[in-house]
């Protein structure tokens, strides 16, 4: 059948070239989102690479976009994972830079993309393309603010938006579903569109 041949093509192209996974990271200062790199990277990166001293940006706290790149080597093919850790906003009433720089470098990327797709007859192997992935979206446990609803709204246009209650462990199984649901609720009201990995998924 032509998807099987397909299926082994793209096979034949990842063990080649490899794949490539970027997340970005985005939340209010202080929700863990440093803390969540370290413990995603740790089963790849040597210890005295998670530790203070270390060049490499992976334990100070974010004031700037950085972005963190490791290459995990398995038995199939490669997987490059890139981790886009955004500095968290504070307690500016007005977030508006804070947004716009983070979402202007989703659009830069998308933009930067469409040139080089522009310029090339073959295209990129899957994942290359230099595209934000998914968005994981740290909200404060027990608290859903204004800033998060608007950033969510105008972030979820251009990225598949994953959001995640930070620091869930503070909370009763019951204050963690309600809030969940509440979560959703609100999002769904301010019509933001969420990530789903199934067609259609229980509530």
Same mark, same amino acid.
């Given at each position: ?25 985005? /939340? ?9 790199? &370290?413990?995603?990277?740790?089963? +790849? ?7 203070? /001293? ?6 100070? &706290? ?14 199939? +093919? ?10 968290? +906003? /504070? ?62 709204? &105008? ?18 199984? /019951?204050? &963690? ?27």
């Amino acid at each position: 059948m032509d998807s099987l041949h397909i299926t082994k093509q793209l096979q034949a192209e990842w063990q080649e070239g490899g794949l490539s996974f970027r997340i970005m990271l985005v /939340g209010e200062s202080g929700l863990g989102k440093s803390t969540f790199t &370290r413990a995603l990277l740790r089963p +790849y990166v040597p210890d005295h690479l998670l530790h203070k /001293g270390n060049p490499e940006p992976i334990c100070a &706290r974010t004031t700037e976009i950085t972005e963190i790149v490791h290459r995990v080597d398995n038995e199939v +093919y490669p997987v490059e994972f890139t981790i886009v850790d955004c500095p968290g +906003y /504070g307690d500016a009433i007005d977030c508006t830079p804070w947004i716009e720089g983070i979402t202007s470098y989703v659009r830069d990327k998308f933009a930067a993309h469409y040139d080089e797709s522009v310029k090339k007859s073959v295209p990129d192997r899957p994942g290359s393309d230099g595209l934000i992935h998914v968005c994981l979206y740290f909200i404060t446990a027990h608290r859903l603010k204004g800033q998060d609803l608007e950033f969510m709204k &105008r972030l979820e246009k251009h990225v598949n938006l994953v959001p995640v209650i930070a620091k869930a462990d503070t909370m009763t199984l /019951g204050e &963690r579903d309600a809030f969940r649901r509440q979560v959703l609720s609100e999002l769904h009201v301010a019509g933001v569109n969420l990530f789903r990995s199934e067609e259609h998924t229980s509530e």
